[in-house]
């Protein structure tokens, strides 16, 4: 625009509009959009069309007041005319079949010849087309979230005014291949499953296992951010500091059908944590977790055995064949990448490390740790209700005792809580107004299985045409299938993985969230989430 010929007025406004808009921060937040709405006397849709052009531009001239009206040299169509070019642009040009310009005009001018009127040009068209709402247009063309992420404003984003306020988690899959420790061969990607605090980005804990996303996984992740973690990294020899720990006040999370939950609701209502769920297809909202995973799968990809991010960065290289480390070596390399590199890094939305920031900022929190670590995780299991029988507890087809569900047998008939860890059905824990009891096998004989083997080996009696299935054939097929498993171990990757999501079923390898042994402080002993495992002599 010739700023030159503007009139003095015109420039006055201008300008008084540049001082307002230059004041404003990359990413403002509400109070500033309110005070820069109120001293510009315009709405919030209006200040966004404005910032947008001043920055694009970077000229004061960008904000001079626009004639109203068409631009010179458009005149307007025929109404007749208009009419066919709207009728066109409803049924063909704005759907997601995505017709060209020329397409479209080809077929305005078939109809505008047919009714004796003049067909509009393809420029003629292609300046209607842009007078068009661009965001409606696309959205309509390609969908809401390709429009979302190029017309819709994000100013100030999710907020957490101190540290444990917002804490974000979600699941991905790992772009890395994992050995066997044992063959040292690829037994497939695991998923990790990741929280960060909003407020100061600090990673506050992860798990890391075959499994598919589950409650289970986000029980372990949740109990590891909580923990105070010295005896974690000291036990996988890592000398650095990760001072994040506490109960965080609301867990942020997508619409995954673990979070959603009966027993993780449950569990964040006994420990007073308001739930929050992302609106469904809106991504955004989950930025800080999401940009969190992609600086960590950057990371990996320096692994040999990485899948990358797409074909093209993958190049010929095959990962099964580059694979070399395994889970709990992944896992330590991913906690050395927290502790030494992502928060030691400073961040660009902080101006200082996430480190700097949780230890500037959490003196003035107050922190709330489990009282009891090992009943916290427990409470985030998943769970079912069972009516204690005469003869026990009946779970997944496993008759389950305990001699103190003998003080239950008195009372009313009601259903009992029972939660269960998937990955080893050889203990349960019964909810009572006490706390947990634990529960085992009946037949002490029987191995720890996993949910997994236990659901397979229905599936296959099933598929037998055995309509009954009881304990006895469960256990069986079970352990004939491990045998199978085991024979065939070197020659397929899935068998391989299956005998990898049953290495925790050994003693000392229940629930391995932390080591058993450590000090805190003033050597006060540390409670740690794990659970003991009685042996018995065959």
């Not at 010929?5 to 001082?19: P, V």
């Not at 540290?163 to 772009?175: A, C, N, S, Y």
């Not at 009696?461 to 352990?479: C, H, P, Q």
Request: contains cysteine; neutral net charge; proline residues 6%.
């Amino acid at each position: 625009m010739d700023h030159d010929s503007t009139d003095s007025g015109a420039w006055a406004q201008a300008l008084s509009r540049a001082e307002i808009l230059a004041k404003l921060s990359d990413r403002p937040d509400d109070a500033e959009l309110r005070e820069a709405m109120r001293a510009l006397g315009i709405s919030r849709a209006t200040l966004f069309r404005w910032l947008k052009r001043f920055r694009q531009d970077e000229r004061t001239s960008a904000l001079l007041p626009r004639r109203r009206g068409p631009n010179a040299g458009m005149q307007p169509l025929d109404p007749a005319v208009l009419a066919v070019v709207e009728q066109h642009f409803e049924k063909l040009y704005a759907t997601r079949r995505k017709p060209t310009l020329t397409r479209f005009q080809r077929e305005v001018a078939a109809d505008c010849r047919a009714g004796g009127l003049p067909p509009p040009s393809i420029r003629r068209l292609g300046r209607w087309l842009k007078s068009r709402d661009q965001a409606d247009l696309m959205q309509r063309r390609e969908g809401a979230k390709k429009s979302e992420s190029v017309f819709l404003p994000t100013p100030g984003g999710l907020t957490a005014e101190a540290p444990l306020d917002i804490v974000q988690i979600d699941h991905t899959k790992v772009d890395v291949t994992v050995v066997d420790p044992v063959t040292r061969l690829p037994i497939g990607r695991p998923t990790l499953t990741l929280a960060i605090d909003v407020n100061t980005r600090m990673a506050l804990g992860f798990s890391l296992s075959l499994e598919a996303p589950s409650l289970t996984a986000v029980a372990l992740c949740l109990t590891h951010a909580a923990m105070d973690k010295t005896a974690w990294l000291a036990s996988r020899g890592i000398a650095a500091d990760w001072p994040a720990h506490g109960i965080p006040k609301t867990i942020h999370v997508d619409n995954g059908a673990e979070f959603h939950a009966r027993a993780f609701e449950r569990a964040c209502g006994e420990h007073r944590i308001d739930l929050s769920y992302r609106p469904p297809g809106t991504p955004r909202f989950g930025g800080h977790i999401e940009r969190l995973i992609g600086t960590m799968m950057g990371a990996v990809h320096l692994i040999p055995g990485s899948h990358f991010s797409n074909i093209r960065e993958r190049g010929d290289l095959d990962p099964e064949a580059e694979a070399v480390m395994t889970l709990g070596e992944l896992e330590t390399y991913i906690a050395l990448e927290i502790v030494g590199a992502y928060h030691a890094r400073i961040h660009k939305a902080l101006d200082m490390p996430p480190s700097a920031a949780w230890n500037a900022r959490i003196g003035e929190t107050a922190v709330r740790m489990p009282s009891d670590p090992r009943q916290f995780l427990i409470d985030f299991l998943p769970s079912e209700d069972r009516v204690l029988q005469r003869d026990g507890l009946h779970l997944f087809h496993i008759r389950y005792w305990s001699d103190e569900l003998r003080w239950l047998m008195g009372r009313e008939r009601r259903r009992l809580t029972v939660k269960y860890d998937p990955r080893d059905l050889s203990c349960v824990f019964v909810a009572t107004e006490q706390g947990y009891l634990e529960a085992r096998p009946a037949d002490r004989t029987r191995p720890a299985i996993a949910l997994w083997e236990q659901r397979a080996a229905r599936r296959a009696l099933r598929a037998e045409g055995r309509r009954a299935v009881d304990e006895e054939l469960i256990f069986s097929t079970i352990l004939a299938q491990r045998a199978l498993v085991e024979e065939a171990t070197r020659t397929t990757k899935a068998m391989r993985r299956d005998l990898a999501r049953r290495d925790h079923l050994a003693a000392t390898k229940m629930i391995d969230v932390t080591p058993q042994t450590g000090t805190v402080g003033d050597d006060q002993p540390l409670q740690l989430p794990y659970f003991e495992v009685e042996e018995w002599d065959d």
